[in-house]
């Protein structure tokens, strides 16, 4: 399941760098432990990737707080993506992705649904992976 949603997000962003012409600038929303997706994501020469979290697990990882977001991390970002976040952060991360005009991806808990009210994301079923998205 995380190499297939891993494999949409790099799909996406290689097809929009070669719209765009130029690097794709994915974030990745509250990144706590689990970095596998950003870190293989991070590899392709066609991705500025960037990770924040409230408290990072290490220096690789930006400090943002999602309710009083420091908006400079996200400018210029095409896709923001978040793997199980809380629902109450859910929809200050999609307030993110109104602000920056970028496609938005979130990952909720296997059983969970979302806590946006302010937007429809739509389900979106990608080989094994299912995820909700609202793009741009």
Request: cysteine-free.
């Amino acid at each position: 399941m995380w190499k297939d949603l891993e494999e949409y997000i790099l799909k996406s962003a290689i097809e929009n760098s070669e719209r765009t012409g130029k690097k794709t600038k994915i974030v990745e929303i509250g990144v706590g432990k689990f970095q596998t997706i950003s870190k293989n994501l991070s590899k392709n020469e066609k991705i500025d990737l960037m990770m924040t979290d409230i408290d990072p697990a290490n220096e690789g990882i930006v400090k943002d707080d999602v309710f009083n977001p420091n908006m400079s991390i996200y400018e210029d970002a095409d896709i923001l993506f978040s793997i199980r976040p809380p629902g109450e952060l859910q929809e200050a991360i999609m307030k993110i992705s109104n602000q920056v005009n970028a496609t938005l991806i979130i990952k909720p808990l296997f059983n969970e649904d979302l806590n946006i009210k302010t937007q429809k994301m739509k389900l979106k079923n990608y080989n094994r992976a299912s995820f909700y998205i609202y793009e741009k």
